[in-house]
């Protein structure tokens, strides 16, 4: 199985700033199967990025997806207020469809 | 309106059964693959697994923690899914989500509102 590791654990930002957030697989996984979920307290996830670096539909400019291989990137430009919340990789090439841990990203 | 919407979450001792249903609407259901995600309180997201159409035989994957107790089925003239658990455990409570992708390579994309399954004595 392809297990994801997400780095860091929490993200202390300002809005305005970016963010940088990590999911490294244990084995490589195709691009075109590696997806970034958010998810807000008391929500459910919301698709973001899916084959390492498509938008999905109505997600804003300012998210980003990059990476290949092992190593896959999500990048939030200019944090605004309602971006900060959990967000998760996941890698849906070969069962079992692993999660990332997530990332907190809160407020500084 | 395009949605899932799960239902049958309940207070169930240990050792005991539940049935989740999952309804779809506004969307070609037959078409799609179901996956099943869970998510115990406070903590991260965990793929149970999922049943996929009929033309690809209704297959199924299981993640290992419920392989053998729990079942995937699914009802595609009612738009319904259905998560059969058995021999259930404590740390199978959870918000269990219903979730849809469309096709081999796409996504996730859309996901139910959850249901909590509490397992206690």
């Known amino acids: 199985e392809t297990v994801l590791t997400q780095s860091p654990g929490t993200l202390s930002l300002s809005p305005g700033e970016r963010a940088t957030l990590s999911c490294r697989a244990s084995q490589s996984v195709s691009s075109t199967y590696l997806a970034w979920f958010q998810q807000k307290p008391g929500q459910a996830p919301r698709l973001l990025i899916y084959?390492?670096?498509s938008r999905a539909a109505g997600i804003p400019d300012r998210f980003s997806g990059s990476g290949s291989g092992t190593d896959f990137t999500l990048t939030i430009d200019r944090l605004e207020p309602e971006d900060f919340a959990v967000y998760y990789c996941q890698q849906y090439e070969t069962s079992p469809e692993m999660f990332g841990q997530g990332t907190k990203l809160e407020i500084k | 309106e395009v949605q899932l919407v799960e239902s049958g979450g309940d207070l169930v001792q240990p050792g005991g059964s539940l049935k989740l249903s999952c309804a779809a609407s506004g969307f070609t259901f037959s078409g799609s693959t179901i996956h099943w995600v869970r998510q115990a309180s406070g903590k991260g997201l965990e793929w149970v697994g999922r049943?996929?159409?009929?033309?690809?035989?209704?297959?199924?994957a299981y993640a290992a923690s419920v392989k053998g107790r729990f079942t995937f089925s699914r009802d595609d003239s009612e738009n319904t899914t259905y998560l059969q658990m058995n021999s259930l455990k404590t740390e199978d409570t959870a918000v269990y989500y219903c979730?849809?992708?469309?096709?081999?390579?796409?996504?996730?994309?859309?996901w139910g509102q959850g249901t909590l399954v509490t397992v206690s004595s």
């Open positions: 084959g390492a670096s």
């Open positions: 049943i996929r159409s009929k033309i690809n035989s209704y297959a199924t």
């Open positions: 979730t849809r992708r469309q096709a081999s390579f796409r996504p996730i994309d859309l």
